[in-house]
């Protein structure tokens, strides 16, 4: 604690306008700016935030906080999230922090039916209506109402078209290795990221997603890319099977207890709900799907993956040696 101290104390800052610099004040609070241990002490102060709430769950990430309340009734959602609002601004207020209402959003989330029946919906900060908006970017995924992932499809889109044309201008000066090299640095990463979420997103949006991959395969190959050049010349598994990949990573992680707390407990074997000895006990228990929306989940589409994995697969000891049997399974699929 004295280490704390010291490193917190008897420090002052100044601020520079035009080249006049002002007299030395003392911080009472917060850490010093761009410091290594900023970051992790301000999550260690903001850590017993979500034990203000009443109603809502709640998703800390840095500085990012996102409360979520799930009912049938819109006046209940309204009421749920204005209580715990003005519960998480009297803590702040007692914590020395502040609410930034301008970034503030508010979201209501539904199927298109529900959703178009509603009249209004107003959420409220110390009497302050909130703004409602119809796509929001969380984490680098843009939200929808419909969770129909067009908008984040379009965006990552927009991106990768962008840095394919940096690519294009690369390949006139590098050789084909450099570039595919480059290629998985900069353009990959955008296809993969946070996959598993967004995989339902419709096969429209998986057919453009589709496209600029080969369009990314014949700028490297410097000709019309073929499904035989994406896969056999550039050893490119299809866009679906690092998807299917991703998904079984992230539920190896889950029953292995390797992945977030609130992960833990999606996916349970067969075995573990019943004793028989069945053929099939070591898979997971798929949940009942009555919705479209729902079978295209992550939590459903998960658990369907998983158990297409040969049966050595799933019962793999090692991360590792996981990683690198199911990316060969997928690739050999692909």
């Known amino acids: 604690m004295n280490w704390f101290k010291a490193y917190l104390i008897k420090r002052t800052q100044s601020v520079n306008i035009n080249g006049i610099l002002s007299d030395a004040e003392p911080i009472l609070y917060g850490v010093p700016q761009g410091s290594v241990l900023g970051p992790l002490l301000f999550i260690m102060y903001i850590n017993d935030l979500p034990s203000v709430t009443k109603y809502c769950k709640v998703h800390l990430y ?18 749920a999230l204005s209580q715990d609002l003005d519960h998480v601004v009297g803590w702040l207020n007692q914590n020395f922090l502040m609410l930034n209402h301008s970034k503030t959003k508010v979201m209501l989330m539904g199927t298109h039916q529900k959703l178009s029946s509603v ?61 595919i090299t480059l ?6 990463p955008l296809f993969d990221y ?6 339902g997103c419709g096969q429209g949006n998986k057919n453009y997603l589709d496209r600029l991959l080969k369009r990314a395969a014949g700028l490297i190959a410097g000709r019309k890319a073929t499904d035989t050049d994406i896969q ?22 889950c029953i292995n207890g390797l992945a977030p707390a609130y992960l833990l407990d999606d996916f349970h074997s067969s075995e573990q709900i019943h004793k028989y000895n069945t053929r099939n006990k070591d898979l997971i228990r798929q949940p ?20 297409t994995l040969p049966r050595n697969l799933r019962h793999d000891q090692s991360l590792t040696s996981f990683k690198l049997k199911v990316k060969q399974h997928f690739n050999q699929l692909s």
């Open 62 to 79: 840095a500085d990012d906080t996102l409360l979520f309340f799930e009912s049938s009734s819109v006046q209940i959602i309204e009421d």
């Open 119 to 179: 009249q209004s919906f107003t959420v409220s900060v110390n009497d302050k209506d909130l703004e409602r908006v119809y796509k929001f970017k969380y984490l680098g995924v843009i939200l929808d109402p419909c969770l129909t992932w067009n908008e984040h499809i379009e965006h990552i889109g927009n991106k990768i078209s962008s840095r394919l044309g940096m690519l294009r201008r690369a390949r006139k000066v590098i050789p084909k290795e450099s570039c």
């Open 183 to 188: 290629f998985n640095a900069m353009v990959l």
């Open 194 to 199: 946070c996959c598993c979420v967004w995989d």
């Open 232 to 253: 056999q010349t550039l050893k490119w598994p299809s866009l679906q099977c690092r998807r299917e990949y991703h998904k079984c990573l992230q539920v190896y992680k």
């Open 288 to 307: 009942l799907a009555k919705t479209t929306k729902f079978q295209s989940s992550f939590k459903y589409n998960a658990a369907k993956s998983w158990n």
